[in-house]
């Protein structure tokens, strides 16, 4: 089987989660089929397409075919990148090159992922040659270019019109979290696809440090961007009047337009450390060390990657009870809160400071249990079962295609 993968970005050019994600998926795949990748690079049009291997993907970067690169978005004004995402809605210059790599690779199904710098224009062109397409929901892009949360309503209903017609296009459509699938499918996209849940793999060893579960008073680790959306001045809110006896240290990796002002705040009290950003391997060493961590966004989080993260090391999560962040968080009764509220934080963090040691270590290994229904093994299965199903319905898809079911 030939698959060819579609990503806006692909390593090394990492945004955020979707890149790491996509390039899991790929290189899962190699074992089992012959995988291309197909993504945007940073070379002008008359570069042509530069292909390279990487881990034993074929990796072809199209000229990027518009103002500026979706890969160094810095100091462009807002008119710019307005201008930029309406080309996105159908960019023919960047179909062309698609369709022509289309015919050369001659792929048995097309897999797309984050569209920006390509347009879901590209589904037409699979569905003229026949192409049965899967697409995996990572964000709200399809809604609205600006994902995080929508601030234009108007370039919204823009992008949700031309995503609507585009996808009939799709044969299945997968869904990162069970609510990242049902916001796209509300709003009327992907009428004739199959619709399913395969939620992210998460790479690395299951494996809990050394822990001091009778230990007190608590350190607590948050982990992610320092935004107002991912509810980082709630979370210190929360801790800041709670006293030294029951928290100990606070861990704030990341880095954000709130960093400076949320360090000014917490000047005076050394219990916070704002780290800055960290490798991944600097964050996991600082979640094994912590006692639990709290994911406390106040945005709807297409998946929680750092959920998973956290529990491969045996640190306990609590997390607000938004976006896809349920379908990740083990015991999303005892272990959900309210977003955007200090208080339902700070019943939490009192609420575990009372839990005793061996409660404490029950609830760390159900948590290295749960991390193990996201492994890559795991996403292998599931997507190679996806691709049988897709491949059979081949002929109903086409004709659903040209007929525009």
């Known amino acids: 089987m030939r698959i060819l993968i579609v990503n806006s970005l692909y390593t090394p050019y990492i945004i955020g989660g979707a890149e790491i994600s996509t390039q899991i998926l790929a290189e899962s795949l190699v074992s089992a089929a012959e995988v291309h990748v197909l993504t945007v690079g940073g070379q ?11 881990n034993g993907v ?24 307005a201008a930029r ?10 179909i062309k090159t698609f369709r022509s790599l ?5 792929p048995d199904l097309v897999h797309t992922q984050n569209l920006s710098g390509l347009g879901s224009g590209i589904w037409s ?6 192409l049965p397409v899967a697409h995996t929901l990572r964000d709200y892009s399809l809604l609205s270019p600006v994902s995080s949360p929508i601030k234009n309503q108007a370039l919204a209903r823009v992008y949700h019109s031309t995503s609507l017609g585009y996808s009939k296009r799709v044969s299945a459509v997968v869904g990162i979290s069970s609510h990242i699938l049902k916001r796209h499918t509300d709003a009327g996209l992907f009428p004739n696809a199959a619709k399913l849940v395969i939620p992210n793999a998460v790479d690395g060893a299951i494996e809990s440090g050394a822990k001091d579960f009778q230990r007190e008073p608590l350190r607590i680790g948050y982990f992610g961007r320092i935004e107002a959306e991912k509810g980082v001045r709630e979370f210190i809110d929360a801790i800041r009047f709670l006293p030294r ?9 990341g880095d954000g337009g709130l960093k400076q002002q949320l360090q000014e705040l917490c000047s005076s009290d050394d219990r916070f450390v704002f780290t800055g950003k960290v490798t991944p391997e600097e964050a996991r060493s ?22 998973i993260e956290s529990y491969q090391v045996g640190t306990p999560v609590y997390a607000s009870a938004v976006g896809g962040i349920p379908d990740a968080v083990w015991n999303p009764g005892e272990f959900l809160f309210a977003p955007g509220s200090a208080e339902a934080i700070q019943a939490k963090i009192i609420a575990f400071h009372a839990l005793r040691g061996d409660e404490r270590r029950r609830i760390g290994e159900q948590c290295l249990k749960h991390c193990r229904n996201f492994t890559t093994q795991s996403l292998l299965d599931k997507h190679l079962n996806l691709y049988e199903q897709i491949q059979y319905g081949q002929h109903e898809y086409a004709l659903a295609g040209v007929n525009g079911r």
């Open 125 to 130: 062109a699979c569905a003229e040659q026949g």
């Open 58 to 81: 074929t990796v072809h970067r199209l000229p990027y075919n518009n103002l500026y690169w979706i890969g160094e978005p810095q100091g462009r004004g807002t008119l710019m990148k």
């Open 245 to 253: 006896k029951m928290v100990e240290q606070v861990m704030i990796c």
């Open 85 to 94: 995402r309406m080309i996105d809605l159908y960019n023919p210059v960047q």
């Open 44 to 54: 002008k049009r008359s570069a042509g397409v530069y292909t390279e291997v990487i």
């Open 102 to 106: 289309l015919s050369a690779i001659k």
């Open 286 to 307: 600082h979640m094994g060390r912590v006692d639990v961590t709290f994911v406390p966004s106040i945005w709807e989080e297409p998946f929680g990657r750092v959920i």
